[in-house]
């Protein structure tokens, strides 16, 4: 029997295997998916292990995202440029890819835009720069990288080669010019409105705004942008489709999305 795991430290609060089990099931796939405890110091021979006991592929989580790059035979496109692996795949010849789909996930979650879009990323950290590289490799080059230390967003359109950085403030004031507004910052946890990265008094009329936070389900900064009447949206899509990227490289199907975000609204409600 073919079967997955989701490998990182803390794990117990992963929504991946709920999420993969339910989807294996639904499409009467012959397989399990678990949830794996590594230590810091012992992800060489946990990586060694999972190869050694047969398992298809796993999900790479918090905090060995980068370290796992050097024990996987390849590293594919969408993980080469952020150096950070959230899914291997075990090919037909017995070689380890390692895939990024966490960006990928994000940008599928928007559902339909266009490319000439003017999109803003809030913040610089690794999460922005997985998502700044899955806009730029599908071709949406109107980015703009906003964060509070302005070298690293400048770090980061150098080497995308693309867009343009700005402070926090200078994005505030021009934010009517952005179609969709990314916050990304580990700001989108906290509760109270002082922590909002920017202003959105002077958000664009039918811009979308979207946070990467999935707990809570409304952050701060959307439901700032909900007295706008704008689209928001939660970090769940980005959850569920970077999971369904993931089953759909290991099992060559899609599933049921849309279904999998209401049954985790239930759950986090
Ligand atoms: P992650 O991997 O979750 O993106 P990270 O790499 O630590 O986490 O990045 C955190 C991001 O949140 C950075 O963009 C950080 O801004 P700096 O580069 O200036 O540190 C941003 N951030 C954290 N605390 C912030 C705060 N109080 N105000 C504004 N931005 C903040």
């Not at 190869?51 to 060995?64: A, I």
Request: a negative charge; one cysteine or more; glycine letters at 8%.
């Amino acid at each position: 029997k073919r079967w997955f795991a989701v490998i990182g430290n803390p794990i117990s609060h992963s929504f991946s295997p709920t999420m993969h089990e339910t989807w294996l099931k639904q499409l009467d796939i012959d397989a399990s998916y678990i949830p794996i405890h590594v230590e810091q110091n012992n992800l060489e021979k946990a990586v060694e292990s999972l190869k050694l006991l047969g398992c298809s592929g796993w999900n790479v989580t918090v905090p060995f995202k980068e370290d796992i790059i050097p024990f996987l035979d390849e590293i594919d496109d969408s993980a080469r440029g952020i150096g950070a692996v959230n899914t291997v795949v075990k090919t037909l010849d017995n070689k380890y890819v390692g895939f990024n789909t966490d960006g990928l996930g994000f940008v599928e979650s928007l559902g339909s835009i266009l490319p000439e879009q003017n999109i803003l990323l809030i913040g610089a950290g690794g999460a922005a720069r997985g998502i700044a590289h899955a806009f730029n490799s599908l071709g949406y080059t109107q980015l703009t990288i906003a964060n509070r230390t302005l070298e690293k967003a400048k770090v980061l359109v150098e080497e995308l080669q693309t867009g343009q950085a700005l402070t926090l403030e200078e994005a505030e004031n021009t934010l009517d010019t952005f179609d969709i507004v990314v916050q990304t910052t580990s700001l989108g946890m906290k509760t109270s409105e002082a922590s909002l990265p920017i202003q959105l008094n002077r958000l664009k009329e039918n811009a979308i705004v979207a946070d990467i936070v999935y707990n809570p389900l409304v952050t701060p900064f959307l439901e700032e942008a909900k007295k706008n009447n704008v689209r928001t949206i939660n970090g769940l899509g980005m959850l569920v489709h970077q999971g369904a990227l993931a089953f759909s490289y290991w099992n060559g199907t899609k599933p049921d999305t849309d279904g999998m975000i209401q049954q985790l609204i239930e759950q986090i409600g």
